[in-house]
């Protein structure tokens, strides 16, 4: 039994890094039973199709991310350190010539099936939710100053990450994503009031 969720598992390891570089319809099962040295039949047999595969692809990768917000929730207390380590996640994927997987999905999102596709509007939404939390602690505790409603301005900031990340993909440029995105995220910091006029 093990073996079998060994197996799953590799599937599923060689499945992300192929959808993070070459896209869902960059691939098809004849990639990874070759890389894996498995047969198609044995990649049938745990994922019964692309969509199968597609659909708990975006699962785990969900359940990754938000482990991984629950983590910054932890670690850091304050919103602005919370947005920072919210961004780092994205530069990590990119420090590993990656892009976000759901992002990567999103660009395909017309050709995907429509649980695949449900399930990438789900994961954003799960995004915004947690950062207009983040962005509403920020606003009531003074530290995070912006204009209009926080979900909307928690869309900007994943559109904007996920913008940066596209860009940089190309140029090779992780340091133009850190600056985009300092650059984002610093502009919602609450500036000190100026008391030398008074």
């Not at 691939?27 to 745990?46: G, P």
């Not at 994961?123 to 207009?132: G, K, M, P, R, V």
């Amino acid at each position: 039994m093990q073996v079998k969720e060994d197996t799953a598992t590799q599937i599923l390891d060689a499945a992300e890094r192929l959808v993070q570089s070459r896209g869902f319809n960059g691939f098809s099962y004849a990639h990874i039973a070759s890389e894996l040295q498995i047969t198609k039949a044995a990649l049938h047999y745990h994922f019964s199709g692309k969509a199968e595969l597609g659909e708990a692809l975006i699962a785990r990768y969900a359940a990754r991310f938000a482990d991984a917000l629950e983590n910054v929730g932890s670690q850091f207390k304050d919103a602005p350190s919370r947005l920072n380590a919210y961004a780092d996640l994205y530069l990590e994927v990119l420090r590993n010539k990656r892009m976000c997987l759901c992002g990567m999905l999103a660009a395909e999102y017309q050709t995907l099936p429509a649980p695949m596709q449900n399930t990438v509007v789900q994961f954003f939404a799960d995004n915004e939710t947690w950062l207009t939390r983040v962005l509403e602690q920020g606003q009531s505790d003074g530290t995070l100053e912006f204009e209009g409603p926080p979900s909307e301005v928690a869309r900007m900031i994943v559109s904007g990450l996920e913008g940066a990340m596209l860009v940089a993909r190309p140029l090779d440029d992780v340091a133009g994503f850190q600056a985009v995105a300092h650059h984002l995220l610093t502009g919602l910091r609450r500036t000190s009031p100026d008391t030398s006029q008074s």
